[in-house]
């Protein structure tokens, strides 16, 4: 097979989709959308993730130190969508139908509806150009009941559904193109 060479991307890298929750300064829940999220071991399991740019996800992190990781389903991805698509200062963002609730060890919003819900401790925050990885030890995971099941990883996978990205377009847990970014929010 023949290769070229191209500008960087990882267009053919899907990353599985997380809305991350925190509090703003006043206590009120804010959720952002991203995909740079995977797993480090430092003697346990933890996260790591990265958020570029000024948003107001990434500044209620720096200054709290928590914050929950959500799972984005197939279910979830106009919601997700929006959440991402809307700046952290638009006094409209959360005005959305959201089922909130919060985290069992850590003082986190999570969205009931996720099936995986991580409760992350900040441990690293180190500063890029103009990003910042992040480094978590995950102090508790929420998931629903129903992935305690016998049943295989592949069918609790289709069950929940888990949507992925890449290319700027998101993709179901079977590979189908299920719009581009800024498409799902119009259905709300």
Request: charged share 25%; glycine share 10%.
């Amino acid at each position: 097979m023949g290769k070229i060479s191209l500008r960087p991307n990882n267009d053919y890298c899907p990353q599985t989709l997380f809305l991350y929750g925190t509090y703003d300064e006043n206590g009120n829940p804010d959720f952002g959308l991203f995909c740079w999220f995977s797993y480090i071991w430092d003697g346990e399991l933890g996260v790591m993730c990265c958020i570029g740019g000024n948003k107001t996800t990434r500044e209620n992190i720096e200054r709290s130190k928590i914050f929950s990781a959500n799972l984005v389903t197939e279910k979830l991805l106009a919601v997700a969508d929006h959440l991402g698509n809307t700046s952290g200062s638009d006094p409209d963002k959360m005005k959305i139908d959201l089922d909130i609730g919060k985290g069992a060890v850590l003082d986190v919003p999570i969205l009931n509806d996720s099936p995986v819900n991580f409760e992350l401790e900040v441990t690293d925050l180190i500063q890029k150009h103009d990003g910042e990885v992040i480094l978590c030890k995950i102090r508790n995971v929420l998931q629903d009941e129903s992935l305690s099941s016998d049943e295989s990883v592949d069918k609790k996978l289709s069950s929940i559904a888990p949507v992925r990205t890449t290319a700027r377009t998101y993709l179901g847990n079977d590979g189908s193109n299920l719009g581009a970014w800024g498409e799902p929010r119009k259905r709300l």
